[in-house]
């Protein structure tokens, strides 16, 4: 008589990990207090915007043209760096600690639901652009505020932000292309599973 032989692990309940890999897998909720540390940040970005805009609208009468624009151009970069903080936040949480679970939610952001690690990247560089315009324009709209040599380094900064823009789009072009199964999912959804 044959011993009886063991079924093959089914891959949608895996086998328990051992001590040390579990230590390491779980080591990832260590990054859930700097989350909550960016949402603090965020509302003292709040905080300062709507001092900003306080400040637009009760010195409406007494500002001129140029210096409401850097109030506004102020207010834009504002709104910038908490896009950017949005991004860390809820694409960095997504993609390195935990699944967020708010596939089907009417509000969820529409890039969510592709963002990887280089997706991340390439996002955040971008916004770093966004930001490094505002403050260029900020230079350029007063430049008698700032020397030859701020605005020759602001420029220098920002066409370094776009040139490694460029280089991590590139990379990650080319990561895609070369290794598509790692990054596009095969699996399509059951139709009932949307509704």
């Known amino acids: 008589m044959s011993a009886p032989k063991h079924a093959p692990a089914s891959p ?10 579990k230590v390491i897998f779980m080591s990832r909720w260590l990054q859930v207090p700097l989350y909550l540390g960016l949402i603090i940040a965020q ?22 043209e140029t210096n409401i624009m850097l109030v506004v151009l102020g207010l834009i970069d504002v709104v910038m760096i908490s ?5 860390v936040i809820v694409g960095g949480y997504e993609t390195f600690v935990s699944r967020l679970g708010v596939e089907g939610h009417p509000d969820e952001p529409e890039w969510l639901d592709h963002v990887n690690a ?11 652009i966004s930001i490094s315009s505002i403050h260029l ?8 505020q700032h020397t030859f040599h701020t605005v020759l380094w602001q420029v220098i900064i920002h066409v370094a932000f776009l040139v490694s823009a460029l280089i991590m789009a ?24 949307l509704d």
């Open 83 to 87: 896009n950017l903080l949005i991004m």
């Open 43 to 64: 509302a003292v970005y709040v905080v300062l915007f709507l001092k900003e805009v306080w400040h637009l609208v009760t010195h409406a009468m007494t500002l001129d």
């Open 12 to 21: 949608s309940q895996p086998g328990p990990m051992k001590v040390l890999p």
């Open 118 to 128: 280089g997706v991340l990247k390439v996002k955040l560089s971008m916004a770093l």
């Open 137 to 144: 324009l900020k230079t350029f709209i007063n430049p008698d």
């Open 170 to 193: 590139w990379v990650d072009r080319l990561t895609t292309h070369t290794h598509p199964k790692h990054f596009h999912s095969e699996t399509i959804a059951p139709q009932g599973a």
